[in-house]
């Protein structure tokens, strides 16, 4: 699963097809979503728990720092790549059964991340080479959220479509705030607990799946399908204001995920803190994101608009990386959980108004193309990042902070020129925003 904010509860699902109008939709077979978010829930609760050992896995092999980089790149990479996939194979074959394949294949990934940390091999090359392979499996295993998208849009129509999307995003918040903190714990009594918990949350969720979750019956075009013909982009690679969005969102992914590949690493080398406790600042950044997300978010867009969030957002997060390279330095813990609580709100603000800028610039005909490549770019970010940071953190500890602080003060700058160049104003009031959004 992706690691991220709750952003997929932007309007990305595919229209409804001419062959089957909205309106002779029936409602969602009784339970669906709720099984939905259950499944969701389970798959993320997976990946949560082994986000704050994962350094750790690989440092078991004597593994280098751009190695440690390089688990978190091919996850996203394998993911990057497996998205489109599963998404037209259940266009093909049904979306139960690729749910059920998905999650199949991260119990098997999880298992052999256990098997791999667990026991005790005679050259660490290998139990290193089956850490990768844990990962590359659960990677294309995890690919499986445009499927669990494509359901909500067979089963929703128009008017309660976006109930459904935010369920995803509400489980993706709970799954990263929960899973870290838990994962933590477990791994301080033995490091392979996290990944058996992984795969035992992964199991409940396939067997919800084939036991519980009714095939849709109409199967709409998936995202994959709408934005792979490379017709699909030039529209918007037409639009500057909308293709500058696309990469103000690709170059913030790309410094968040820099400091996430690092962090746990960082506490251990500076601050001498095990898993369990860099499990509790992962778990706090995940409150914070349920927080702003699931309850600020909407009110400070209605009080200030959009835009307003979209400059705040990345200017929070530069205070933030400039914190934490602060706290190494002068060894000091409150700074660390200012520096958290900073990264955490300013990803929160920025992202989901982002997701709605692009949206009211695009063409509604487009917005699966737009997300589409908004998501890709999102997964691109999150394979490259991680190689950077880790080669960074081998020369100065700090170091992928501080970048990270300089490229999100530059996204700063960046929109606020966008800005001006679109409206001609630093503010926005309701009156403008009623204005755009028509």
């Known amino acids: 699963m992706s690691d991220d904010t709750l952003d997929y509860a932007s309007p990305s699902a595919p229209e409804p097809s001419a062959e089957q109008p909205e309106q002779m939709q029936q409602e969602p077979p009784k339970g669906a979503l709720l099984i939905i978010f259950m499944i969701v829930l389970a798959d993320l609760m997976g990946f949560g728990l082994i986000i704050p050992q994962l350094p750790f896995y690989a440092r078991q092999y004597a593994a280098s720092d751009f190695q440690v980089g390089l688990l978190f790149s091919a996850y996203s990479a394998c993911q990057l790549i497996a998205t489109p996939v599963l998404g037209l194979m259940s266009d093909r074959f049904g979306r139960r059964p690729v749910l059920v394949l998905s999650q199949v294949g991260s119990v098997l990934g999880f298992i052999l991340l256990a098997f791999a940390t667990h026991a005790v091999w005679v050259g660490a090359t290998l139990g290193l080479i089956l850490v990768y392979v844990s990962r590359i499996i659960d990677g294309i295993s995890g690919g499986n959220i445009s499927t669990a998208q494509a359901y909500i849009s067979d089963v929703t129509t128009k008017e309660n479509r976006a109930k459904g999307m935010g369920m995803l995003g509400a489980a993706f918040g709970i799954g990263f705030s929960i899973g870290p903190a838990v994962g933590g714990i477990l791994g301080h009594f033995d490091p392979s607990l996290p990944a058996l918990a992984s795969a035992l949350f992964c199991a409940i969720a396939a067997t919800l799946t084939y ?18 013909h490379p017709s699909k982009f030039l529209p918007i690679l037409r639009n500057g204001p909308l293709v500058q969005m696309q990469l103000i969102f690709f170059v913030s992914m790309g ?15 500076t601050f001498n803190y095990e898993v369990g406790t860099v499990g509790l600042f992962f778990a706090l950044a995940g409150a914070v994101i349920i927080i702003v997300q699931g309850g600020l978010i909407g009110r400070l867009s209605k009080r200030f608009g959009d835009w307003p969030l979209v400059i705040i957002g990345p200017l929070f997060v530069t205070g933030a990386m400039v914190l934490l390279a602060e706290a190494g330095w002068r060894h000091v813990m409150p700074l660390l959980i200012v520096g958290v609580i900073l990264n955490a709100s300013g990803r ?32 691109l970010a999150r394979a490259l ?17 501080l970048l990270a602080a300089t490229i999100t003060l530059g996204v700063t700058a960046w929109t606020v020129v966008l800005r001006k160049q679109l409206t001609g104003s630093l503010t926005e009031g309701p009156t403008e925003r009623d204005a755009a959004a028509a």
């Open 211 to 228: 036991f519980k979750l009714p095939e849709s019956r109409n199967h709409k075009p998936t995202e994959a399908e709408v934005w792979l």
């Open 348 to 379: 929160s603000l920025q992202t989901p108004t982002l997701s709605a800028l692009i949206s009211r610039h695009s063409d509604p005909r487009q917005q699966g193309a737009v997300f589409g490549l908004f998501h890709m770019l999102g997964s």
């Open 255 to 269: 410094a968040f995920v820099m400091m996430e590949t690092v962090f746990a690493i960082y506490l251990k080398d």
């Open 385 to 401: 990042g991680p190689l950077v940071a880790g080669a960074m953190y081998t020369k100065m500890h700090a170091g992928p902070f």
